[in-house]
């Protein structure tokens, strides 16, 4: 069992920064692939990024160039860089660990214009 909590979000302005990060419990953090995902209001679940065991790292081709995801299996902890922040990017961000499809509770980023 792999338990994951999110940190980092909040209210930012548009055209800020936050870092999000998400925690792992648990053993062999560093064979899984670790993702995050985005919820809207109204809208469905939708990838952002990924990086798998070996780093490398997959984007949403939308964000890829104002998001960076990064992991450090020494912490237990993937990162995901968020620059230049839109309104558009307000949602629920979910941390999710591959294959066995853990998923965090979620945390809150607000971008006002």
């Known amino acids: 069992q792999v338990q994951l909590e999110e940190s980092g979000g909040g209210l930012v302005q548009a055209g800020g920064s936050l870092r999000l990060s998400c925690a792992a419990s648990?053993?062999?953090?560093?064979?899984?692939?670790m993702g995050w995902f985005r919820q809207a209001p109204g809208k469905e679940r939708e990838f952002v990024a990924s990086i798998s065991w070996s780093v490398r790292p997959f984007y949403a081709d939308s964000l890829r160039d104002r998001f960076t995801i990064t992991r450090d299996n020494a912490k237990n902890t993937v990162y995901l860089q968020m620059n230049n922040l839109k309104p558009e990017d307000t949602a629920v961000y979910y941390c999710?660990?591959?294959?066995?499809?853990?998923w965090g509770k979620g945390i809150q980023v607000t971008v006002s214009s």
């Open positions: 648990g053993r062999s953090f560093s064979s899984y692939g």
């Open positions: 999710n660990a591959r294959p066995a499809n853990y």
